[in-house]
């Protein structure tokens, strides 16, 4: 479960720590806690790679997800499935509209073209 890791670095940065939360009172039978550390040239490249390292390691196949169109083409994802709101992000593009109905036009432009 990633949510019982914790990681901490010494202060003068030359010692890494890992392993499981003190905050838990009691492991399952059989609990075994594993650290993956995965570096690459580029945050993006390193993230591609430690996503393909993760769902190699637990057996995930994506392919019949690309296919989805709906995944692919008329849906957008957040970090946690949260609903993007708020009435006026113009600032960061929408031009003063609320998220869902920025998306929506996009969406809808991208299959016209």
Partial sequence: NFKSAVHSASKDGRTWEVGVSSELTSLPRNFTHRTILRGGKGLVASM?????LMRDYYGVDRRQQMKDAS???LSYWTDNGAYYYGDAWGEAGGGGQ?????ALKA???????
């Fill in 48 to 52: 591609v790679e430690w996503g393909q």
């Fill in 71 to 73: 995944l692919n083409y």
């Fill in 98 to 102: 609320n998220c869902n109905e920025s």
């Fill in 107 to 113: 969406v809808a432009a991208g299959l016209q073209d």
